[in-house]
T-cell receptor, first 108, second 113 residues
Framework: KQEVTQIPAALSVPEGENLVLNCSFTDSAIYNLQWFRQDPGKGLTSLLLIQSSQREQTSGRLNASLDKSSGRSTLYIAASQPGDSATYLCAVKDKLIFGTGTLLAVQP | EAQVTQNPRYLITVTGKKLTVTCSQNMNHEYMSWYRQDPGLGLRQIYYSMNVEVTDKGDVPEGYKVSRKEKRNFPLILESPSPNQTSLYFC????????????FGPGTRLLVL
């Protein structure tokens, strides 16, 4: 059974820092991996989707990498801003299994 | 504006009183699904639908029903709610399937007393 783990569960950084969020999964036979952002009291917003044949995807200050063989993905956030504060979730398909998320706080 | 809407956003009810949470999308998406989010357990899929009149169980379907009579709507039905169904519920849709970018609704917070 696929299990998705995100470490750390919470992270606090000063504004301007570059940071990395981690996602690991136990079954490497995934179709793709998605990173989401969830703001308090709101739904999820898709940030990046990496197909299993890809190694990374970039969108603005965000860069997500995927290493299927080791069962890991990272979300790199460059020059963090207070507006980046949210919970970040990764999810793997084949059945869209979610991790429990990393709560990020960027201190001004 | 392309969006997924859910109603109600907040609901307090009592054990055994049937309720329906509506979900609607205006993007002509084929795939729709329901999730519940609980502390420490993350998001878990309840039901999904690949197309009109096609629905299937997710990981935690017990105590829930769904229907997909129209492409845009995917209501979640709790025939006899119980306190363990107290949770935050999300509806999501995508163009063709779970492997594509998912668009989530704002969530429905349900409390069953």
């Amino acid at each position: 059974k696929q299990e998705v783990t995100q470490i750390p569960a919470a992270l606090s950084v000063p504004e301007g820092e570059n940071l990395v969020l981690n996602c690991s999964f136990t079954d490497s036979a995934i179709y793709n991996l998605q990173w989401f952002r969830q703001d308090p009291g709101k739904g999820l917003t898709s940030l990046l989707l990496i197909q299993s044949s890809q190694r990374e995807q970039t969108s603005g200050r965000l860069n997500a990498s995927l290493d299927k063989s080791s069962g890991r993905s990272t979300l790199y956030i460059a020059a963090s801003q207070p507006g980046d504060s949210a919970t970040y979730l990764c999810a793997v398909k084949d059945k869209l299994i979610f991790g429990t998320g990393t709560l990020l706080a960027v201190q001004p | 504006e392309a969006q997924v809407t859910q109603n109600p956003r907040y609901l307090i009810t009592v054990t055994g009183k049937k309720l329906t949470v509506t979900c609607s999308q205006n993007m002509n998406h084929e795939y729709m699904s329901w999730y519940r989010q609980d502390p420490g357990l993350g998001l878990r899929q309840i039901y999904y639908s690949m197309n009109v009149e096609v629905t299937d169980k997710g990981d935690v379907p017990e105590g829930y029903k769904v229907s997909r009579k129209e492409k845009r709507n995917f209501p979640l039905i709790l025939e006899s709610p119980s306190p363990n169904q107290t949770s935050l519920y999300f509806c999501a849709s995508s163009l063709m399937g779970a492997g594509e970018t998912q668009y989530f609704g704002p969530g429905t917070r349900l409390l069953v007393l």
